[in-house]
């Protein structure tokens, strides 16, 4: 069974500080990968994509390792706005998504 | 410009009945995929549907069916709704591939 696992948390940090969050993989064929964002009772929105040469937007930078099957998603500068639930996402060329079940980061004043 | 639309927003039934979600893709999006999501885990991806033909479907029954129109948008079908059907019902539509996908409001089904 192809899986995808995260930690659930919560992630409890301050303002200003800078989390990590890790999602590893099983499926080796997976080529698309993805961080998604979701607040409470509200749908998935897209936060970035992941590319094999890392990814970065602002404040917040993905990378993949393949060799070790993981993906990351870095939060520099934490704001309150970015509590939320961070959703990763594998898919292979089977056209079937895996998403892991999120994290959850509270930012706190 | 309109992002992807699902309809209704809540919905309760009884088991053993049936339930029809509807949902319209982003214009221009030819691919919609259908997810499940219960509290405290991620969505599950129930089936994808790109220029009207299935391309992946997830593991679920087969009382979950889908299918999509000429204009793109997509039915979701489920029957003989059981008590665990009880979901946030997603729909997210794409350019096609397995890029990124862009979710709708979803529909919270409830079932007693």
């Known amino acids: 069974r192809k899986e995808v696992e995260q930690d659930p948390g919560p992630f409890n940090v301050p303002e200003g500080a800078t989390v990590a969050f890790n999602c590893t993989y099983s499926?080796?064929?997976?080529?698309?990968f993805f961080w998604y964002r979701q607040d409470c009772r509200k749908e998935p929105k897209l936060l970035m994509s992941?590319?094999?040469s890392g990814n970065e937007d602002g404040r917040f930078t993905a990378q993949l390792n393949r060799a070790s099957q993981y993906i990351s998603l870095l939060i520099r500068d934490s704001k309150l706005s970015d509590s939320a639930t961070y959703l990763c996402?594998?898919?292979?060329?089977?056209?079937?998504?895996?998403f892991g079940r999120g994290t959850s980061l509270i930012v706190h004043p | 410009d309109a992002g992807v639309t699902q309809s209704p927003t809540h919905l309760i039934k009884t088991r053993g009945q049936h339930v029809t979600l509807r949902c319209s893709p982003i214009?221009?999006?030819?691919?919609v995929s259908w997810y499940q999501q219960v509290l405290g885990q991620g969505p599950q991806f129930i089936f994808q549907?790109?220029?009207?033909?299935?391309?992946g479907r997830g593991n679920f029954p087969d009382r979950f069916s889908a299918r999509q129109f000429p204009n793109y948008s997509s039915e979701l079908n489920v029957n003989a709704l059981l008590l665990g059907d009880s979901a946030l019902y997603l729909c997210?539509?794409?350019?096609?591939?397995?890029?990124?996908?862009?979710f709708g409001p979803g529909t919270r089904l409830t079932v007693t």
């Open positions: 997210a539509s794409s350019g096609g591939g397995m890029g990124e996908q862009y």
């Open positions: 549907y790109y220029e009207k033909e299935e391309r």
């Open positions: 996402v594998e898919s292979g060329g089977s056209y079937i998504p895996t």
């Open positions: 499926n080796s064929a997976s080529q698309s």
């Open positions: 214009s221009g999006h030819k691919s």
């Open positions: 992941v590319y094999s």
